[in-house]
């Protein structure tokens, strides 16, 4: 069976002074703290919220 593929974000700046609705696609991401590292599936709707808040987090591993 093949695994789906997942894609490791880490948050590395700090939420204040952005929109509430940056802040809260971190939230839905599992990002609230800078430095928390989450492993999450790579789909359409996860790339979205990425580019979202893309000055904010970083992609530190793409897997297979």
Do not use: C, W, Y
Not at 22 to 38: H, M, P, S
């Amino acid at each position: 069976m093949a695994q789906a593929k997942t894609i490791k974000i880490e948050q590395v700046a700090s939420p204040l002074r952005k929109h509430f609705d940056q802040r809260q696609t971190l939230v839905g991401l599992g990002l609230n703290k800078i430095g928390r590292v989450r492993e999450l599936p790579d789909n359409a709707s996860t790339q979205g919220m990425i580019r979202k808040v893309q000055h904010l987090v970083r992609v530190v591993d793409g897997k297979k």
